[in-house]
């Protein structure tokens, strides 16, 4: 069965200080990983977006990494702002274009 | 803002009822999505349509059913509510066919209350 595993569930940080998040996926045949960033009662928002070609991918202080042969992928934010503070979303995409979306890793910034 | 537009924001409705959704997808987009989240929940999808067609199936219960316009906005129905549909139900777009999803924008969502 398809599915996406996140680690922690919950994160607490100071801000400024740098953070990882993981995901675990098992999906077959796999096309795609990407991480959404989810305020509080708003839509997700795209962050990366990586084919099992590419093993890093960077939008400004969001760095995403994905091992195809361990099924892992992480995603690492630098120098923490209050504004991260949000649900971050790991999804994987089949070659038959479903997505299946991990359950989020909820993370708090506290100045 | 992601393009994506979703009526109403908000919606408290009582049990046995039936209620309507609408998105408007980004200019041009041909794909939507619908998903439900309910508290706490991860992500689950609905339905897909691309195009006025449907493309794909998710979790989608026989209470609920869905359509895309000519026009390409889209619409959830859900009749004979029951507390365990109050969630949040977002829409998103996609500037891809149903053979290449590529990158989704979603809209704000809308906030389903039932009593």
């Known amino acids: 069965k398809n599915q996406v595993e996140q680690s922690p569930q919950s994160l607490i940080i100071l801000e400024g200080k740098n953070c990882t998040l993981q995901?675990?996926?098992?999906?077959?045949?796999?096309?795609?990983l990407r991480w959404y960033k989810q305020d509080t009662g708003r839509g997700p928002v795209s962050l990366t977006i990586?084919?099992?070609?590419?093993n890093t991918k960077s939008n400004g202080r969001y760095t995403a990494t994905l091992d195809a042969d361990t099924k892992q992928s992480s995603l690492h934010i630098t120098a923490s702002q209050l504004s991260d503070s949000a649900s971050y979303i790991c999804?994987?995409?089949?070659?038959?274009?479903?997505?299946?979306f991990g359950s989020g890793t909820r993370l708090l910034v506290r100045p | 803002d992601s393009g994506v537009t979703q009526t109403p924001k908000h919606l408290i409705t009582a049990t046995g009822q039936r209620v309507t959704l609408r998105c408007s997808p980004r200019?041009?987009?041909?794909?939507v999505y619908w998903y439900q989240q309910s508290l706490d929940q991860g992500l689950q999808f609905l339905i897909q349509y691309y195009n006025g067609e449907e493309r794909a199936k998710g979790n989608i219960l026989e209470r609920f059913s869905a359509q895309q316009f000519p026009d390409l906005h889209s619409e959830l129905n859900l009749s004979s509510l029951e507390l365990g549909d109050s969630a949040l139900y977002f829409c998103a777009s996609s500037p891809r066919g149903p053979q290449n999803t590529g990158e989704l924008f979603f809209g704000e969502g809308s906030r389903l209350t039932v009593l």
């Open positions: 999804v994987g995409g089949d070659s038959s274009y479903k997505l299946i």
């Open positions: 200019s041009g987009d041909l794909s």
């Open positions: 990586m084919t099992f070609s590419e």
């Open positions: 995901c675990n996926y098992t999906v077959s045949p796999f096309s795609n």
